[in-house]
C-alpha cells in the first residue's frame, strides 16, 4: 500500500510539473496590461508577452530556470519572480522612475537630427546578422470581408446557370471570414539564406468560409464542371482579358487562342505549406527599417521626415531616446523610435502608415493599400550586434472589380464550333482583407556554415485543421499566447 501511495503520488506531481505556467503581466498603478514585455528564463532564453499582456512557459522552460523569472518593460521596474512561490497568475510591474540627466553618456547631449546621424552611421555594425538557429514561432491572422456583392444577369445559354442560380452564388459568398496560421520550430540561415525545420503547425478557418481566391475559384469550378458537358473547358472574359479554367485536363491541352490570355488554375500543394511560411518570414526579414527596398524609408530618406526627441526611458535597464517621427509632406508613415543611447541601435519600433502606400483605378478595376503597420523589436545576441526578437506587421488593402464577366463553355471534341455555350453578367464586387503576420524569437545561438548546410528541413510537413481553438494542441511547445479572437474561433455547424 505505501509503493502504491508513493506512485500515486509521484504521477500526481509529474502531472503538476508537465503543467504549462501562465501568467498576465499588468501595470501596478493603473492594472492595464503590459503588451510585448520580456520574460527571460535563462540566458539567451525567454518568452514575451502577447497584446494582451500574457504569455505561457513550457514545462521545459520552467526546468531550466536556475533562479528566478526576470520580467522587463519598457518604463517599468524590471522584476525577479521566483516560480514556487508565484501564487497568482497575475504578475505586476512598477513603474520606473528615473533622472533625465542618467542617460547622457560624459555630459553630451545631442540634438534630434544628431542622434538620427548617428543610427544612420551604426546601422552595419549594429544590425551585423550572422548565421544562426533560432528557435521560433510564427502565426499569420488573415482577415477578409466582402463589402459589396452584386451580379447582374444578362443571359445565359447554359439553363443551369440561370438568373436564379447566380443570384444564389451571391448570396451564399459569404461576407466575412477569418483564417489562422501558427508554426513553431528551428529557422536557421541569416538575412538573405534561410531553412525551416517546422516541429509542428495548425491552420483554424471555417472551410465554408472561405473568400479567397483559391476559396472562390474551387466553388465556381464545382458549379461549372457540374453544369457543362465532358471534356469541355471554361474561358472566363472580361473584357479583353480572359482566364481559361480547365476542368478536364485532356480536353483543351492543345488549345491555341491568340486572342486571349490564358492562365491556368491549379490546386495548391500541401506540400508548399514550408515554403509559403519560410517566404512569409523572408518578407518580414525585407521589411526590416535597415534593409533596400523596405517601404519603411524614415531613415533612408530622413530629410522628408521631421523627428522629435519626445522622452528618455530604459529598455532592458539600458537608458533610451524616445523620439517621434512623422512626414514633412507628401511621405507615408509616422511612428516612434526607442534608440540605445550608447550605440544609437534602434531597439523598439513602431509604425503606421499616414496615407494609402499605393493606389489604382482602371477598367473598372481598383486598388487600395491601406494598411502598412507594426512592431519590431530588437535584442542583442552573443556576437554583440542586435537582431530581431518580435516583428509583427499588419498589411491591408482593398479591391474593386466593377466589369461585365462572360463565362463561355468550349469543347474541340465535337462537330462545329468549339463555343457550347455562355453565360453574360455583370459583377460589381468590392473587398477588403487584412493580413497580420507575427514572429517571435525565443532562442538564438550561432551556427558556422557547415551547421547551416547540414541542417535539414521537413519538406512534407502538412498542418492540422482545427475547426476551433484548442488550448491543448501545442502542450508542451513555445509559443506566443493567443489573443481572446483566436482563443474564441469556432466553426459554427
Same mark, same amino acid.
Given at each position: 500500500?505505501? @509503493?502504491?501511495?508513493?506512485?500515486f503520488?509521484c504521477?500526481i506531481?509529474?502531472?503538476t +510539473? ?9 501595470? @501596478? ?6 503588451? /510585448?514585455?520580456?520574460?527571460?528564463? @535563462?540566458e539567451n532564453n ?27 518593460s519598457?518604463?517599468?521596474e524590471?522584476?525577479?519572480v ?7 497568475e497575475? %504578475? ?8 533625465l ?17 548617428? %543610427? ?14 533560432k528557435?521560433i514561432?510564427?502565426?499569420e ?6 463589402d459589396?456583392v ?14 436564379e ?17 501558427? +508554426? ?42 457540374d ?26 491541352a492543345?488549345?491555341d ?22 517566404d ?25 521626415y521631421?523627428?522629435?526627441?519626445k ?30 543611447t ?5 531597439v523598439?519600433?513602431?509604425f ?17 493599400h491601406?494598411v ?5 523589436? /530588437? ?28 463565362v ?21 464586387i468590392k ?9 517571435? +524569437? ?5 551556427? @558556422?556554415?557547415?551547421?547551416f ?5 521537413n519538406?512534407? +510537413?502538412?498542418a ?6 484548442d488550448?491543448n ?10 489573443n ?5 474561433f469556432?466553426v459554427?455547424?
Open positions: 500500500m505505501k @509503493s502504491i501511495f508513493l506512485l503520488c504521477f506531481c509529474s502531472i +510539473v508537465a503543467q504549462n505556467f501562465t501568467a498576465k503581466v499588468v501595470d @501596478s498603478s493603473t492594472g492595464e496590461a503590459i503588451p /510585448f514585455a520580456t520574460v527571460i528564463t @535563462s525567454g518568452v514575451i508577452t502577447n497584446e494582451e499582456g500574457i504569455f505561457s512557459l513550457t514545462p521545459g522552460m520552467i526546468q531550466s530556470i536556475q533562479d528566478s523569472l526576470y520580467i522587463s519598457m518604463g517599468y524590471k522584476k525577479s521566483w516560480l514556487p512561490a508565484q501564487k497568482t497575475v %504578475i505586476s510591474l512598477d513603474p520606473k522612475t528615473f533622472e540627466g542618467s542617460v547622457y553618456i560624459d555630459g553630451l547631449q545631442l540634438d534630434v537630427e544628431e542622434i538620427v546621424e548617428r %543610427i544612420k552611421e551604426n546601422i552595419d555594425s549594429n544590425y551585423k546578422m550572422s548565421l544562426s538557429e528557435s514561432f510564427f502565426r491572422s488573415n482577415f477578409s470581408t466582402m459589396k452584386d451580379f447582374q444577369f444578362k443571359k445565359s445559354s447554359i439553363p443551369e446557370l440561370n438568373e442560380l447566380i443570384q444564389n452564388l451571391a448570396s451564399k459568398i459569404p461576407r466575412e471570414s477569418s483564417y489562422y496560421r501558427e +508554426v513553431a520550430g528551428d529557422f536557421y540561415g541569416d538575412y538573405r539564406s534561410h531553412k525551416f525545420n517546422i516541429h509542428k503547425a495548425a491552420e483554424l478557418y471555417d472551410k465554408n468560409k472561405d473568400v479567397s481566391v483559391d476559396g472562390l475559384t474551387e466553388k465556381l469550378e464545382k458549379i461549372f464542371t453544369n457543362v458537358k465532358k471534356d469541355s473547358y471554361i474561358k472566363i472574359r472580361s473584357g479583353i482579358f480572359s482566364t481559361k479554367m480547365q476542368l478536364d485536363s485532356a480536353a483543351a492543345n488549345e487562342d491568340s486572342k486571349a490570355i490564358k492562365v491556368e488554375v491549379k490546386n495548391t500543394d500541401n506540400e508548399l505549406f514550408q515554403e509559403r511560411v519560410k512569409h518570414i523572408s518578407e518580414l526579414y525585407s521589411q526590416l527599417f535597415f534593409h533596400d527596398g523596405t517601404e519603411l524609408d524614415f531613415l533612408e530618406k530622413s530629410n522628408r521631421q523627428f522629435k526627441l522622452d528618455y526611458s530604459f529598455i532592458n535597464e539600458d537608458p533610451v531616446y524616445v523620439i517621434e517621427f512623422s512626414p514633412k509632406g507628401n511621405k507615408d508613415f509616422e511612428g516612434v523610435m526607442f534608440v540605445n550608447s550605440d544609437y541601435a534602434i523598439r519600433l513602431e503606421d502608415n499616414v496615407r494609402p502606400l499605393k493606389k489604382f483605378g482602371l477598367l473598372g478595376i481598383t486598388y487600395r491601406s502598412y503597420r507594426g512592431k519590431m523589436l /530588437f535584442s542583442k545576441d552573443a556576437g554583440g550586434t542586435y537582431s530581431p526578437r518580435y516583428i509583427e506587421l499588419e498589411n491591408g488593402h482593398q479591391t474593386g472589380i466593377d466589369r461585365p464577366l462572360n463561355i463553355e468550349k469543347n474541340k471534341f465535337v462537330k462545329g464550333r468549339r463555343k457550347q455555350n455562355e453565360l453574360a453578367i455583370h459583377m460589381n473587398a477588403s482583407n487584412l493580413k497580420k503576420y507575427e514572429f517571435v +524569437v525565443f532562442n538564438s545561438v550561432s551556427i @558556422s556554415e557547415s551547421e548546410s547540414n541542417a535539414s528541413e519538406l512534407k +510537413v502538412k492540422t485543421y482545427l475547426s476551433k481553438y488550448p494542441f501545442w502542450a508542451g511547445y513555445t509559443i506566443m499566447e493567443p481572446a479572437a483566436i482563443q474564441e469556432k459554427i455547424e
